[in-house]
């Protein structure tokens, strides 16, 4: 017999063989995975790799159940050999792009994106993580680009209509965003998230009787957000119903009492209905949460003026204004300054408010009554002739 024949084809039967057993641990990991014994698969994936480094089924596989896992870096390693063995395999880049994303390197995964749809450019899977990522970039036009498209290849992506309305929002582009919204819950008429956006959007929108309905279907479904709540309570606001809006705010803040929006809020529903010190002592349990929060140390120093307290009114303003500077604070700092008699101060303050914003400032303070013990004083008259106060340094107040 002739030995070279015979080594030959000795070598095809064992090759045969080793590819026998390199499927069957694929065969076998797959099985495991799809139990969700993630790590298990991953064993009978290395065996395939010891078998046969170059198989890149294995690779793949080995990828995917670490990414299950959420170990990205793993199954970055993983999915790059599978590319080197088979770059032409568009799902390993998919996949690729979903462990990059997972790692936060967003613009990474753009570029893998883009790779796995040079090769399928009919996979809406990859269009819609395209713009999930873009999203994070803030490339919202791009964005938007890639959610359309991976609705063109599945219409009833509820998913990418879902998040196309979140892209539409932060555009500000709210008409769209209501419309977006729309689609997804023709879809999925009980998908939660949707019902949420759609009734942010509404209520950007000033169609508050429409966005309070939506709210409350949102909470139907949902009525452990804190968030819903809270904006649910805006939205009463914006209606004039302050003690619903209160019960809101109250509910928002049972389920999350950290949340010091609400409790400024609350606050401001407070005053509105003539609660001044349950809405000082609401405004001072918000600051304790976040010291920095200029809203609430602001309205704080409306409150206290309301109830003559003007010292403490402008140690608020004060602190107000040193975490951000705003005109409105001037302004009513000029007040609380006026009504203390407190002239030059008063003065000062105005002078500040009106170089911020002349237009606003002059007509205020040319019809209210806070400044009456002023109003006849040289400065005064002088102010609210002026337009021009763009030399005002801000910062030293």
């Given at each position: ?62 990828g995917i159940a ?159 957000d804190a968030d ?170």
């Amino acid at each position: 017999m002739n030995s070279s024949k015979y080594s030959s084809k000795r070598q095809s039967v064992l090759k045969a063989l080793q590819h026998e057993k390199t499927a069957l641990s694929v065969i076998q990991g797959n099985e495991l995975f799809n139990e969700g014994h993630c790590q298990e698969a991953i064993e009978y994936y290395d065996q395939a790799i010891d078998l046969d480094p170059y198989d890149y089924n294995a690779w793949y596989s080995r990828g995917i159940a670490y990414t299950s896992l959420e170990k990205y870096s793993e199954a970055i390693e993983s999915f790059e050999c599978a590319i080197e063995v088979n770059p032409g395999f568009y799902q390993v880049w998919y996949s690729y792009g979903v462990a990059l994303s997972g790692l936060g390197k967003f613009t990474a995964a753009l570029e893998v994106f883009d790779q796995a749809l040079k090769i399928n450019p009919a996979d809406g899977e990859s269009w819609y993580s395209r713009g999930l990522v873009s999203d994070k970039l803030e490339k919202y036009d791009e964005a938007l680009i890639s959610y359309d498209n991976a609705i063109c290849v599945n219409l009833e992506n509820h998913q990418a209509w879902y998040n196309r309305s979140c892209t539409l929002n932060k555009m500000q582009r709210y008409e769209d965003a209501f419309a977006s919204c729309n689609q997804t819950l023709e879809i999925q008429p009980e998908f939660y998230p949707a019902w949420k956006n759609r009734s942010y959007s509404l209520e950007k929108l000033a169609r508050y009787q429409e966005a309070l309905n939506s709210y409350n279907i949102t909470i139907s479904f949902q009525a452990n957000d804190a968030d819903v709540w809270y904006n649910r309570g805006n939205t009463l606001m914006q209606l004039g119903q302050y003690q619903e809006a209160i019960r809101s705010y109250g509910q928002a803040l049972e389920i999350d009492p950290n949340l010091y929006k609400a409790m400024g809020n609350c606050g401001v529903a407070l005053s509105h209905l003539g609660e001044t010190a349950q809405a000082i002592a609401i405004y001072q349990e918000a600051i304790k949460i976040r010291p920095n929060y200029s809203q609430a140390w602001y309205n704080c120093g409306i409150a206290l003026n309301h109830l003559g307290q003007y010292e403490q009114a402008i140690e608020s303003y004060n602190k107000a204004i040193s975490i951000q500077p705003d005109a409105n604070i001037f302004y009513h700092r000029a007040c609380t300054y006026a009504l203390w008699g407190k002239v030059e101060e008063s003065l000062d303050s105005l002078q500040y408010a009106i170089g911020i914003d002349p237009e606003q400032f002059i007509k205020l303070a040319d019809q209210d009554p806070d400044f009456n013990s002023i109003r006849q004083n040289p400065v005064f008259t002088t102010l609210l002739k002026t337009s021009d106060f763009s030399d005002c340094d801000i910062s030293s107040m």
